[in-house]
């Protein structure tokens, strides 16, 4: 005789029903269809943030966002890829995320009304142009590459082009 995976029809409807759900909004589901592993799934879904997360023989990708040119960014973004960056390049990550929230307040789309700095890190035209974003003609309000080119240019010594805030920061 064969064993049933489930052990009554109630359970099963409640794994299918659960399982086509998950899979319409877009998730990849790779489970062992238990109903303590559907609510790890749960938990994880509706409590963290992240693109995969892993529960023993469970894997979820949500599918990463992607943001356009003039898109808003949310801020958790914008601090979770200054981190990121910070950790890559070597950078002391409070003093970064202290130093983005100075300039823009986390806005990528900050603009100084005063001069022409722009983005996360407040980089102005012709500094920017000097960078090689800049010479790729890629835009200040490109949240990722300006968090970069402040990164690199941090990691060179060359806090004195945030000075105000710097000072701020001591």
């Known amino acids: 005789m064969k064993k049933r995976k489930y052990k009554t029809k109630k359970q099963k409807r409640r794994i299918f029903i659960t399982k086509g759900l998950l899979m319409s909004i877009g998730l990849v589901v790779v489970i062992n269809y238990s109903i303590i592993g559907l609510q790890k799934i749960y938990d994880y879904l509706f409590t963290w943030d992240f693109a995969v997360a ?58 100084n009304k005063k001069s022409s700095a722009e983005g996360v890190y407040q980089f102005l035209y012709g500094t920017f142009r000097e960078t090689e974003s800049g010479r790729n003609h890629i835009s200040r309000f490109d949240y990722k590459k300006n968090i970069q080119e402040a990164m690199i240019a941090i990691k060179r010594g060359e806090k004195w082009r945030w000075r105000e805030c710097v000072n701020k920061l001591k």
Do not use: H, W
């Not at 529960?55 to 898109?71: A, C, F, L, M, W």
């Not at 979770?80 to 300039?103: H, V």
């Open 54 to 111: 892993e529960v023993n023989s469970i894997r979820i990708e949500k599918p990463v966002e992607e943001y356009k040119y003039n898109d808003q960014i949310p801020v958790k973004v914008i601090k979770a890829e200054i981190i990121k960056q910070a950790k890559t390049y070597g950078n002391d990550e409070q003093f970064m995320l202290e130093l983005a929230f100075c300039e823009s307040g986390y806005n990528n789309l900050a603009e």
